[in-house]
């Protein structure tokens, strides 16, 4: 039904593979056979109303919840049983929606965790946090990256929210993800904070996978290469953002309102 | 063992359950809806049986000792909610367990104080210091099986109140949902008062019928206490039927352990809580997702 | 979490240290065995603070490895003889360690209220083992008539018997621990886990391993709560199944809120403070023990960053720090 709308792709190296997922919450069914898959190189959005499955899609992607059927794939790896600290070691970072830092660390300490996450020793207990190159060099590159140069040493809690929001993915960065899921980055944000965001999510598709869950309509429109639609849990169209916009079931369902805007 | 040793050691385990759920019950409660961890619960399990020794013999009569301390229980619990509990909504557990431990030191040294640290006896009312004939050569207390019949009343009550009552339905949702009452809590300074105030009579209550079959000494309260945990542990937090089957559960192990394996029976409990955290790490009734 | 110590701390700690050599130079033996028993307790605190203060999990069977360790050295001492410190300190090392392994294995599987309530009860479990069975003497405790010893082909190097010896043994061990802990504290472990307490989802998230990193750390903290009931124990000479007892686990607690939940030595310094005030309380009235709650009541409400608040009150000077290092975690949900 949603075949007409797959673009061919040109570079086509998929990162991450989703497989009829489907969860069940007793007798709701979230999520019910959705199928999506990201490739390296593209942003990808999933958008839909209020109760479409979004969140639940992304949980299942990070491993925060399991499927009730179905697969995940990153690459050729099987993650569908991965617990998420594993999934973020096969290579899987992700931000939430609620801001979730360690509000007690200083921003320098926040991203240098998270770069450690992924160093070849995370949990050495000889020798300090400061003596790897590696991790020092990852971490700074992230703060740098996200726009937080000279912001290191303030306490992650005094940070504005914008610049959480920034934390949040230079915290991702530092782990070195070859796929990104980012849970509404723009939630609650001014219009200049979301600017800088955006601008920060534009250029985190060199080299990556993005997946994006998102409210904000002009963002997504000019973030995305791909968009999947959802409602009641189930995909309704997945395509490029001027094929998308202009299917008629997406327009019957979601887009009405915001065709103006968008 | 034949059917009457059995049904005898029967009784016995739901008579021990019985009790069991009657103290872990208001644990169970104190922390579904107040979300606070009680340490100096099997404090007043210790206190409650004292009192039932102090005031039977004041009175001579075991039901006034009875009416007596749950309200003495009642009224403690009500002012300590007011004094210190009240101060711990929101705190972090670590302040709830040192603050209660502080409270076991101060109700061990006044019950020094008031009792002293000898061991007592107290009699069961008269009419039901009886024994019945099961066969030749085998009898049961009616004392006991009084107990089992007054837990059971006191269990319809508690279930009746939380499935019937706007009061059960906090409960109801403090189990579910501790965030929400804790958002509603706020609202209902009273309720937490009394709720509060009822776990401890409900602690007192367990030592006080207890105490005409067991002896009334210092150190009752600690082991009670332990025994609650693994009450709520096994039935889930907040739950006050998952307390009845856990109750049940630990009474029904720990009778027939030391039957059967009498050399490990002291441990057979912990074992039974290490099956139920390795199968359902929340509680046999708990939610399944913490 | 500030893991670099100032200046003036190191200063002060190299005082502190001098002095704690010199005191049985100049001090008589008892407050020489004094001092040694509040840092045995003071160790005891400081390795309960790695899962509490640095991990965020509120254990209540320390005690329970406290006093196995010390019952692994009374088991192992012979009747007229005195026990090789060479294999019975690893040893009761090993089955504190291992039982910390089986009972944080089981214990971790729960979060918050439940990880309190399952840790009591397991701690129990080993009090009424060694309460219930003859093991070692059932409800009575058992003797150590002879402190261990190292002996090199029959030639007696070290002897725990002597008081002064003893001391510095013990001082030598408390060194090794703070040296040891603060260096998994600023180690990437001691950050991870650090974390785990902060947001356990989100270190989730990053890829740490949580159950694993504070299996460790439960592990390792039991291994030290071992060195110090071994050492309880060989100075008591004697031990009981109080040792591992609640009571025991919760006085370390009080110990680790007096002395602050994010430093290393703050839990050393509780210790002395809660030593020196029982045995003040003690001396003054027979009712102690009323006295102590209400103190540990205060102590909870007036001052939940431990004593260290006391001081930029009494100083008078207030330094505004943007972080709040000695404020314990908010409540966490089961």
Not at chain 1, 110 to 129: E, T, Y
Not at chain 2, 60 to 75: D, K, R, S, Y
Not at chain 2, 171 to 188: C, D, H, P, Q, S
Not at chain 3, 133 to 157: C, M, R, W, Y
Request: proline share 3%.
């Amino acid at each position: 039904m949603r075949q007409p709308f797959r673009r061919k792709r040109v570079m086509s190296e998929v990162a991450l593979q989703a497989t009829r997922l489907t969860k069940h919450f007793g007798g709701l069914k979230a999520v019910s056979d959705v199928s999506l898959d990201v490739h390296r190189g593209e942003i990808h959005a999933v958008i839909g109303p209020n109760g479409a499955g979004k969140s639940t899609l992304i949980n299942l992607l990070s491993g925060e919840l399991l499927p009730t059927s179905g697969a995940i794939k990153t690459g050729a790896l099987d993650i569908t049983t991965f617990a998420p600290d594993r999934r973020a070691r096969a290579g899987l970072g992700r931000a939430y929606q609620k801001t979730t830092i360690f509000a007690q660390f200083t921003v320098h300490e926040n991203v240098r965790l998270a770069a450690q996450a992924r160093s070849h020793a995370p949990l050495k207990m000889f020798g300090g946090i400061g003596s790897d190159t590696a991790i020092k060099q990852r971490t700074q590159d992230a703060i740098v990256k996200a726009g937080l140069a000279g912001r290191g040493e303030i306490v992650a809690a005094k940070l504005s929210h914008g610049e959480q929001r920034q934390l949040e993915i230079a915290m991702v960065l530092a782990t070195d993800p070859g796929i990104i899921l980012l849970d509404e980055p723009l939630a609650g944000m001014g219009t200049s904070e979301a600017r800088r965001i955006v601008d920060l999510i534009a250029s985190l598709r060199i080299g990556r996978a993005v997946l994006i869950v998102e409210h904000d309509m002009d963002a997504v429109f000019e973030l995305a290469d791909r968009l999947t639609v959802m409602q009641d849990g189930r995909v309704i169209a997945t395509g490029a953002p001027q094929e998308v916009r202009a299917h008629p079931a997406v327009r019957a369902a979601y887009l009405g309102s915001h065709e103006g805007a968008a | 063992m034949d059917l009457a040793t059995f049904a005898v050691q029967l009784l016995n385990a739901v008579q021990y359950g019985m009790v069991l759920f009657l103290v872990a019950s208001g644990l169970t409660l104190v922390f579904g809806i107040l979300g606070v961890i009680n340490l100096a619960h099997g404090a007043f399990y210790m206190l409650g049986a004292y009192l039932a020794y102090w005031l039977s013999a004041y009175t001579g009569n075991f039901a006034l000792a009875m009416i007596g301390g749950v309200a003495i229980a009642f009224v403690a619990g009500m002012l300590l909610e007011t004094v210190f509990v009240r101060l711990l909504y929101g705190r972090d557990h670590l302040a709830q367990v040192l603050l209660s431990f502080g409270l076991i030191l101060v109700i061990d040294e006044i019950r020094q104080i008031l009792f002293g640290k000898d061991v007592h006896s107290v009699a069961p009312p008269a009419w039901l210091s009886g024994s019945i004939q099961l066969t030749n050569n085998l009898s049961y207390p009616v004392y006991r099986l009084a107990i089992c019949a007054f837990c059971i009343a006191v269990a319809a009550i508690i279930f009746l109140v939380i499935t019937r009552t706007k009061v059960g339905m906090i409960v109801r949702a403090g189990a579910e949902n501790r965030e929400m009452t804790r958002v509603l809590g706020i609202k209902f300074d009273q309720v937490n008062r009394y709720v509060f105030a009822v776990g401890i009579a409900l602690a007192a209550l367990g030592g006080i019928v207890v105490a005409p079959i067991s002896t009334v000494f210092p150190g009752m309260g600690d082991s009670m206490l332990i025994l609650s945990f693994v009450v709520v542990v096994l039935g889930g937090i907040g739950s006050v039927a998952g307390a009845a089957v856990g109750a049940l559960l630990i009474g029904l192990t720990d009778t027939f352990g030391k039957v059967f394996f009498p050399s490990v029976a002291s441990i057979l409990i912990y074992l039974l809580m290490a099956a139920v955290l390795l199968w359902r790490p929340n509680g046999i009734l708990g939610r399944k997702d913490a | 979490m500030n893991m670099t110590a100032p200046r003036n701390q190191t200063i002060i700690m190299a005082v502190l240290l001098i002095a704690a050599i010199a005191l049985p130079f100049v001090a008589s033996t008892y407050y020489v065995q004094f001092v040694g028993k509040a840092f045995i307790m003071g160790m005891l605190a400081m390795a309960l603070n790695l899962v509490v203060g640095h991990g965020g999990l509120v254990s209540l069977c320390h005690g329970a490895f406290f006093g196995l360790a010390g019952y692994i050295l009374a088991m192992t001492t012979p009747k007229y003889d005195a026990a090789s410190l060479m294999w019975t300190l690893p040893l009761a090392m090993l089955a504190s360690a291992g039982a910390a392994l089986v009972i944080g294995a089981l214990a971790l599987r729960t979060r918050g209220i439940y990880f309190i309530m399952v840790t009591l009860a397991f701690g129990e479990m080993l009090f009424f083992f060694f309460h219930d069975t003859k093991v070692a003497g059932g409800s009575d405790g058992a003797f150590i008539n002879t402190k261990p010893e190292i002996a090199l082909f029959g030639t007696q190097l070290l002897d725990l018997d002597k008081p002064i010896a003893f001391y510095f043994v013990v001082l030598a061990c408390l060194v090794g621990v703070v040296a040891l802990l603060t260096m998994i504290v600023r180690s990437p472990f001691g950050h991870a886990l650090a974390a785990a307490r902060d947001n356990e989802r989100r270190a989730r998230s990053l890829g740490f391993p949580i159950f694993r990193i504070r299996l460790t750390a439960f592990v390792i903290s039991g291994a030290l709560a071992g060195l110090a009931g071994y050492l309880a124990a060989a100075q008591f000479g004697f031990v009981a199944p109080q040792m591992l007892g609640w009571h025991v686990s919760a006085t370390i607690l009080v110990m680790v809120l007096i002395g602050g939940l994010r430093s290393v030595t703050g839990p050393l310094i509780g210790a002395l403070v809660l030593i020196a005030l029982e045995e003040f309380l003690k001396a003054t009235t027979d009712h102690w023990k009323l006295a102590e709650g209400l103190v540990i009541i205060a102590i909870v409400l007036a001052l939940p960053g431990g004593v260290r608040q006391l001081w930029p009150m009494i100083s008078g000077t207030r330094k505004e720090t943007g972080r709040a290092p000695a404020v314990p975690a908010k409540a966490r949900h089961v």
